[in-house]
């Protein structure tokens, strides 16, 4: 089964400033899509962005954007000019082109934003 | 506007009480799929289906069971809930085999005493 690690519970980042959440996953796939999903204090869960496996150019979404690594499985997201509003649990989860049907997600990173 | 539908948002009831958390999109998705979120364990998968009449069982399948009659539809059932089930659950539905973008919805708070 596929699994997807995130190595950082919590991180904050100082309001304007850059920060990186990172993710890894294991899979012997070769055909998959990855995601990064926020959560918000209202508990809504938002998709920030998506990346497509055989895709070799990393996603991007304003200030948000990703480091997709392939070969060493890994997929960390970069926020820019972070917000107040940027606060959040983060989770990233995998997505198999064949066969499994499920969306893996890690335990998510908690990120504070200091104002 | 396009959206997953929960019922009941919150909800707090007794050890083997029976309980029935509704989920409705209007987006004429295939799959649709229940997932519970714990402090330290992420979203683990339920249940999820298909389509109509197809369900099948996510990684924590264990006292809950689902139905899916209608497209539009996915019941999440607790026959007998018990506490270890006090937890946020999250509806949601993607269109069948694309890439795996799944709409939410906005989550149902369980607690059982």
């Known amino acids: 089964a596929q699994t997807v690690t995130q190595s950082q519970p919590e991180m904050s980042v100082q309001e304007a400033e850059t920060v990186t959440l990172s993710c890894t996953y294991d899979?012997?796939?070769?055909?998959?899509?990855l995601f990064w999903y926020k959560q918000p204090p209202s508990r809504q869960m938002i998709l920030v962005i998506r990346?497509?496996?055989?895709?070799?150019q990393n996603a991007t979404e304003n200030r948000f954007s990703v480091n997709f690594q392939k070969a060493a499985k890994s997929f960390s997201l970069k926020i820019s000019d972070s917000q107040l509003g940027d606060a959040a649990m983060y989770f990233c989860?995998?997505?198999?082109?064949?066969?499994?049907?499920?969306?893996?997600f890690g335990k998510g990173t908690k990120l504070s934003v200091i104002p | 506007e396009a959206q997953v539908t929960q019922n009941p948002r919150y909800l707090i009831t007794v050890t083997g009480k029976k309980l029935t958390v509704t989920c409705s999109q209007n987006?004429?998705?295939?799959?649709m799929s229940w997932y519970r979120q714990d402090p330290g364990l992420g979203l683990r998968q339920i249940y999820y289906?298909?389509?109509?009449?197809?369900?099948d069982k996510g990684d924590v399948p264990e006292g809950y069971k689902v139905s899916r009659k209608e497209k539009r539809n996915f019941p999440l059932i607790l026959e007998s809930p018990s506490p270890n089930q006090t937890s946020l659950y999250f509806c949601a539905s993607r269109r069948g085999g694309v890439t795996g973008e799944l709409f939410f919805g906005e989550g149902s708070r369980l607690t059982v005493l």
């Open positions: 289906s298909m389509n109509v009449e197809v369900t």
């Open positions: 987006m004429n998705h295939e799959y």
């Open positions: 989860a995998y997505y198999s082109g064949a066969g499994s049907y499920q969306l893996t």
């Open positions: 990346q497509e496996a055989y895709k070799q």
């Open positions: 899979t012997s796939e070769s055909d998959y899509y």
